[in-house]
């Protein structure tokens, strides 16, 4: 059972929460914190609990999904205790990862904030020049957590579907959502073998707990009726069923540049039958599993609408083995 918190941020949530992580550092006895490496398309791991400072988790950007590079880097420290900070999408593909046996989620303190969105690569870099610097998006989404974030149309088509955006399965889950966040954040703990009262400010009040609720239900249904308006208008050109899709990635020839970001295929690659094509077994467990970070779409060189395309696949699959 999670437990809420809260931690009172004094005007600043950013410093507040990276001072909150370097404490939770120090007192779990972490050897190091794996964490998305910026710009670059790999994992960062921090072996000193200073350098906690230096990252921000919510950055509106999103250039890799750390459960596909976090098992490599686990292995090169078989002995270490780790933390992980993870958005929810990369923490619901790191559930994935672990259950089909690339690590053992047990062995890291996995970490996880709300995700107030985040914008295309390249339009990322344009809003950071235009404000300044990339800190000026980060202040502006922070500004906007209490109303669940700014309008989501300028966000990855990722984001605008995700049906999941709060934090809610990691051992230390921080909520930022429909939150007064230059106020008060919310921490939910699974992890009870730390002083949770020692180290936040106070035990969260049920008021404060329904209104993170309601905004991530509010969040939900928003962005279900956009994947239904999206599947609406693309209805003509979206694959109807799995077979479909497997001659869609026929078509694609040997790119694969989908399934060389994607974090389940990482630890589960699609077989390919004998002749050429992707197996249909393969391809369903692949989809049924997709954790919906559109990092598939952002590598694709075509530019087709990945993110719609697996969730509405995923969606007849998932009616199809419900019947």
């Not at 914190?33 to 509106?60: H, M, T, W």
């Not at 890799?64 to 976090?70: E, K």
């Not at 009870?192 to 309601?214: M, P, Y």
Request: overall charge negative; aromatic content about 4%; charged content about 25%.
């Amino acid at each position: 059972m999670s437990t809420p918190w809260v931690l009172n941020t004094h005007g600043d949530p950013l410093g507040t929460l990276n001072q909150f992580i370097r404490t939770i550092w120090e007192k779990a006895r972490l050897d190091g914190l794996v964490v998305a490496a910026g710009d670059q398309k790999e994992a960062y791991l921090l072996e000193d609990p200073s350098q906690v400072q230096e990252i921000n988790p919510f950055r509106p950007v999103m250039t890799a999904n750390l459960a596909r590079l976090l098992p490599e880097t686990v292995r090169a420290k078989p002995d270490a205790r780790l933390g992980v900070l993870l958005r929810p999408c990369e923490m619901r593909a790191l559930t994935e990862v672990a259950e089909r046996g690339a690590l053992r989620i047990d062995r890291l303190l996995t970490i996880c904030v709300d995700c107030l969105g985040t914008f295309p690569e390249d339009e990322f870099e344009w809003r950071s020049a235009r404000k300044g610097s990339e800190g000026g998006l980060t202040s502006e989404a922070l500004q906007f957590a209490h109303q669940g974030g700014i309008s989501a149309y300028r966000y990855r088509a990722a984001c605008q579907m995700c049906v999941s955006p709060g934090a809610t399965e990691a051992d230390i889950n921080i909520g930022v959502l429909g939150l007064p966040v230059r106020h008060t954040i919310l921490v939910s703990v699974r992890d009870g073998k730390l002083d949770w009262q020692e180290l936040t400010d106070s035990q969260a009040d049920s008021g404060l707990v329904d209104r993170h609720d309601a905004m991530l239900a509010r969040l939900s249904e928003r962005h279900i009726r956009t994947r239904e308006r999206v599947v609406e208008g693309l209805a003509e050109v979206l694959p109807p069923d799995v077979n479909a899709l497997i001659d869609q990635f026929a078509a694609c020839g040997t790119c694969q540049s989908c399934m060389g970001v994607c974090p389940i295929c990482a630890a589960d690659a699609p077989r390919i039958g004998k002749d050429g094509r992707l197996e249909r077994e393969s391809v369903v467990n692949w989809l049924v599993s997709c954790a919906g970070c559109g990092m598939c779409e952002q590598a694709c060189p075509n530019h087709l609408p990945l993110s719609i395309i697996f969730t509405h696949i995923k969606e007849q699959i998932e009616k199809e083995l419900a019947m």
